[in-house]
Structures are given as structure tokens and as C-alpha cells.
């Protein structure tokens, strides 16, 4: 049964007032509760790569209350590293830093998620991708046994070109690395990486439809709030959670997906014979490269005459 991995980069993100992690607007929160409430409602176990690399309180606070209510809810909490704050706030990428100190963020934050949750990660996504050739001798160096940042989309990823080279997963210096998933627009020629919000629903479909294994999508603890801050969308019909219930019923019950952690999916691979699981990135047929760049589109025109209201959250 092929696997779908629902992820979440959960962070502050330069928000003020933890606004990353809550986004509370006009009452109401639209951040990690929100994300935690429609898991529940879709029978999704997500996995939270949760960024703990806050210098101090208010926003240290902020990350300890998100990781807590991560795990309270049962999901899978791992490491997202933006060390910047923690560490050197002149290089904010991990790839800015030497093996050896990767190495050292890595622990830092293990040991921050095992002092405020009882455990220690295992797996790992770099802020903004930025990973780089030292994160797999970091990662191997630091106890880590699966990582989720290589996305060929992304620039600021400096992972090997092998472990940018499609879809898949594939086992390096025994870490297994596993991509965000990428299709190529069929139109345009260009690489999509899985994003709820920034797909159109006919790509999210396709790519389900392509049987793609796993299929690892990308969300942000402030997608929904942004959602609501910038387009004024009201209701959930509006602001993506409609789209991801449909998602996860297309995948289980349209291709025959098992919805998983991320946890669970590297537990079962590396119990399993297999080394490497690779497919070349799909290619979209034109309507659905046509759907891309309607659904740009519409949010532009939606920023465009949205309520001004709604430019600034509250
Ligand atoms: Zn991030």
C-alpha cells in the first residue's frame, strides 16, 4: 500500500506574538489548533517538523507550548532547524555552518525536544530546505536516522544531486532521505514541490493519481492563517481545510493510500529488504499544468480585492 506523509514546518516564522504557531485573527486561531483539529477530523496522523531554536522567552515559550500540544494530540514531533537565533543570528541556514556545527545543532535540538517532551527525535527537515552535503555527515554524526530536506524546488537546497533527482526515498551514509514530493508542469516545464496551498486540487490529484511512493506533503503552521489574512477567506470552504479533507478521501479511497507519520513510514522501510524506492518526477499533462497557473491566478486576483480588513491580523 503506498504511503502518504502529511508534514508540517511548525515556526515562528518572524511572526511577532508567536503568531507563527497560533494565528489568532479576528477571534479565532488559524494555526497549530486549527491544523491539530483538522487532522482530527480527517483521521490524519501528521508529522511536525518543529522549529526549537529560539533564543529565549517569549518565543522559546512559544515552541515549547507547540511541541507539547503536538505530542499531547499524538503526532509525530521532529526537528526543523532554524538556528539563526540559538546559535548565530548572521547565518540563519543550516548550510551556512561546518559539519561539526551542524552536528551540534542537531543535538541542541534533540535535547530541547527530549527536555520539554521525554523523547528524542530521530528525523529531521532544514529550515528553507538548506541542508547541504555536511547535513548527511551531520545527521549520521548526531544519531539522526531519517531526514525530510531534500526538495529539488527549492535553491537553497544543497543535498547531493542524487538525492535531487526525483521522487522516492533512497538510504546515504545510512540515513534514509526522503523528498518533498515534485512534479514538472507539463505546460511550463517547471518544478512544483506538493504544497497544499500553493497546488491546484487537479495537481494534488495527479500526483496521487501517478502512485508516487511516498507522497510526502508540504504544509506550514501559518499556511491557514496567512489564508485568512491575505485573502479574507471566511469559511473553510475557502482556506484549504475543504481541500485537504478531499485529499485525504481521494488518496485512501480513490488510490488506495495509507495515510501515515513519518515515523511509522521510516520504521517500516528500514525494517523492510529494500534500500531505495526511485521514480523519476511526474510530468503533468497540460490541463493540469493550465490548473497551476489558474490557481496562481485566482490567489493573486484574491489578494487583489480582498476586504482591507483583513490586511492586518489581529
Ligand atoms: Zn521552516
Known amino acids: 500500500?503506498?504511503?502518504?506523509?502529511?508534514?508540517?514546518?511548525?515556526?515562528?516564522?518572524?511572526?511577532?506574538?508567536?503568531?507563527?504557531?497560533?494565528?489568532?485573527?479576528?477571534?479565532?486561531?488559524?494555526?497549530?489548533?486549527?491544523?491539530?483539529?483538522?487532522?482530527?477530523?480527517?483521521?490524519?496522523?501528521?508529522?511536525?517538523?518543529?522549529?526549537?531554536?529560539?533564543k529565549a522567552d517569549p518565543d522559546l515559550s512559544h515552541q515549547q507550548r507547540a511541541c507539547e500540544a503536538v505530542v499531547a494530540a499524538g503526532h509525530d514531533l521532529q526537528l526543523h532547524t532554524h538556528p539563526g537565533p540559538a546559535f548565530d543570528?548572521?547565518?540563519?541556514?543550516?548550510?551556512?555552518?561546518?559539519?561539526?556545527?551542524?552536528?551540534?545543532?542537531?543535538?541542541?535540538?534533540?535535547?530541547?525536544?527530549?527536555?520539554?517532551?521525554?523523547?528524542?527525535?530521530?528525523m529531521h527537515r532544514a529550515g528553507d530546505w538548506a541542508a547541504s552535503p555536511a547535513t548527511v555527515t551531520a545527521l549520521a554524526a548526531s544519531g539522526f536516522t531519517a531526514?525530510?530536506?531534500?526538495?529539488?524546488?527549492?535553491?537553497?537546497?544543497?543535498?547531493?544531486?542524487?538525492?535531487l533527482s526525483g521522487n522516492g526515498w533512497q538510504v546515504c551514509d545510512g540515513v534514509l532521505f526522503c523528498p518533498a514530493t515534485c512534479i514538472r508542469n507539463g505546460l511550463?516545464?517547471?518544478?512544483r514541490r506538493l504544497d497544499l496551498h500553493a497546488c491546484s486540487s487537479r495537481e494534488l490529484d495527479f500526483v496521487l493519481a501517478s502512485h508516487c511512493d511516498p507522497v510526502v506533503l508540504v504544509m506550514?503552521?501559518?499556511?491557514?492563517?496567512?489564508?485568512?489574512?491575505?485573502?479574507?477567506?471566511?469559511?473553510?470552504?475557502?482556506?484549504?481545510?475543504?481541500?485537504?479533507?478531499?485529499?485525504?478521501?481521494?488518496?485512501?479511497?480513490?488510490?488506495?493510500?495509507?495515510?501515515?507519520a513519518a515515523a511509522d513510514f521510516v520504521r517500516?522501510?528500514?525494517?523492510?529488504?529494500?534500500?531505495?524506492?526511485?521514480?523519476?518526477?511526474?510530468?503533468?499533462?497540460?490541463?493540469?499544468?493550465?490548473?497551476?497557473?489558474?490557481?496562481?491566478?485566482?490567489?493573486?486576483l484574491k489578494i487583489k480585492f480582498r476586504s482591507p480588513r483583513c490586511c492586518h491580523p489581529s
Not at 543570528?89 to 543535538?107: H, K, N
Not at 511550463?188 to 518544478?191: E, Y
Not at 492563517?225 to 485537504?244: C, Y
Open 1 to 54: 500500500m503506498p504511503s502518504l506523509i502529511v508534514t508540517v514546518d511548525a515556526e515562528l516564522s518572524g511572526l511577532a506574538d508567536g503568531q507563527g504557531l497560533w494565528g489568532k485573527f479576528e477571534g479565532r486561531e488559524y494555526g497549530l489548533q486549527y491544523l491539530l483539529g483538522l487532522f482530527a477530523d480527517s483521521g490524519a496522523k501528521a508529522t511536525f517538523f518543529t522549529d526549537v531554536y529560539a
Open 220 to 260: 506550514h503552521s501559518f499556511s491557514f492563517f496567512l489564508e485568512h489574512v491575505r485573502f479574507g477567506a471566511t469559511s473553510p470552504a475557502n482556506d484549504g481545510s475543504a481541500k485537504f479533507r478531499a485529499l485525504c478521501d481521494y488518496a485512501r479511497n480513490g488510490c488506495g493510500y495509507d495515510i501515515v
Open 188 to 191: 511550463t516545464g517547471k518544478l
Open 89 to 122: 543570528p548572521a547565518r540563519t541556514q543550516l548550510r551556512a555552518y561546518s559539519a561539526v556545527e551542524q552536528a551540534a545543532i542537531l543535538r541542541f535540538g534533540a535535547e530541547r525536544i527530549r527536555e520539554w517532551c521525554g523523547y528524542l527525535p530521530s
Open 147 to 163: 531526514d525530510f530536506s531534500a526538495c529539488a524546488w527549492s535553491r537553497a537546497c544543497g543535498l547531493p544531486t542524487q538525492l
Open 268 to 300: 517500516r522501510q528500514t525494517q523492510s529488504a529494500e534500500r531505495e524506492a526511485w521514480t523519476a518526477f511526474p510530468v503533468t499533462d497540460l490541463l493540469t499544468g493550465a490548473s497551476r497557473l489558474l490557481h496562481a491566478a485566482g490567489r493573486r
